[in-house]
């Protein structure tokens, strides 16, 4: 009896000083974190031009820039067209909609949607016409993506990595 009071009574004298076994009040330790940290990594911004390569060649959108069974823009679809109408405010254009969907009407709406949003964020000297139809460009022949991957698998220093070439004036 004596071992566990000398033991068990220095514990119970320190834990008012540890805050006991409480958690402080304003912490909640389950959330996850909101939003971007206090900065946001530098790297992200060589990619956007990298995305937006992509996005100018593809020039699509697709069943998940829509909520589901309607023909309203989902927050991924008003991100998408907003920087297509940024990407394309001055040459304009067509971006397809490749679609699985058989429902007419609905075809319809969402395509409507999709070219009555643009024409609202868009200069009035442009427009960009929104059809039906898989995405655009090209794509590579093999010998391209074969030297593609020969090109992305040599070291490239860091001062010059995902830097554009300066133009060279006209």
């Keep these: 009896m004596r071992f566990t009071l000398r033991v068990s009574l220095p514990i119970l004298l320190l834990m008012p ?3 006991g076994c409480q958690p402080d009040e304003h912490v ?3 959330a996850p974190p909101q939003g971007y940290g206090s900065e946001h990594p ?3 911004e060589y990619y956007v031009y990298h995305n937006d390569q992509g996005m100018l ?3 699509c959108i697709a069943d998940i820039h829509f909520i589901p069974h309607t023909a309203d823009l989902s927050a991924t679809g008003l991100a998408r067209l907003e920087r297509y109408a940024e990407l394309l405010a001055t040459s304009g254009g067509t971006l397809h909609y490749d679609t699985m969907i058989t429902d007419e009407i609905l075809l319809a709406g969402r395509l409507e949607t999709a070219t009555a949003f643009l ?3 868009l200069p009035s000297t442009q427009s960009i016409e929104v059809v039906r139809g898989m995405a ?3 794509g590579m022949t093999g010998q391209e993506a074969i030297d593609a991957a ?3 698998q040599q070291p490239e220093p860091r001062g010059t990595a ?6 060279s004036g006209g």
């Design 17 to 19: 000083a540890w805050g």
């Design 28 to 30: 909640q330790a389950n």
């Design 42 to 44: 530098v790297i992200t």
């Design 57 to 59: 060649a593809d020039r």
């Design 119 to 121: 024409a609202e964020v």
């Design 136 to 138: 655009g460009g090209p």
């Design 150 to 152: 020969a090109v992305a």
């Design 162 to 167: 995902y830097k554009l070439a300066e133009s």
